[in-house]
């Protein structure tokens, strides 16, 4: 069984920095893709940015130049490195793996990743 834990999360103002950790356990961690998704009440899930094997990554245009996803195949470990942060930023942000044969395919669509985490709130305020 795979799980994921999410840790990092927190309260901060306008133009921090904060930094998330995944710690993932069970399964084989460099076979699989890794996302960062978030949600905020009313509003659908929604791709924050995304990592294949071999570190090829998507974001979101809302993020890009300000966040960093990251993977650590030797501690087990996917980081969401966030700059910059605005207070739209505010959401509940989950880690999510999946499996793909290929190593350089990074998945952007939610129902395509497997496990996922429980979720760490992060608040932004102005």
């Known amino acids: 069984q795979v799980q994921l834990v999410e840790t990092g999360g927190g309260s901060v103002q306008t133009g921090a920095s904060m930094r998330l950790s995944c710690a993932v356990s069970g399964g084989t961690f460099s076979s699989y893709v890794f996302g960062w998704f978030r949600r905020t009440p009313g509003k659908e899930r929604e791709l924050v940015t995304a990592?294949?094997?071999?570190?090829?990554?998507i974001s979101a245009d809302s993020v890009k130049g300000r966040f960093t996803i990251s993977r650590d195949n030797a501690k087990n470990l996917v980081y969401l490195q966030m700059d910059s942060l605005k207070p739209e930023d505010t959401a509940v942000y989950y880690c999510?793996?999946?499996?793909?044969?290929?190593?350089?395919?990074?998945?952007?669509?939610?129902?395509?990743?497997?496990?996922w985490g429980q979720g760490t709130q992060v608040t932004v305020s102005s």
């Open positions: 999510a793996a999946g499996s793909n044969p290929s190593f350089h395919y990074v998945e952007i669509t939610p129902g395509k990743y497997d496990y």
């Open positions: 990592i294949s094997r071999t570190d090829n990554t």
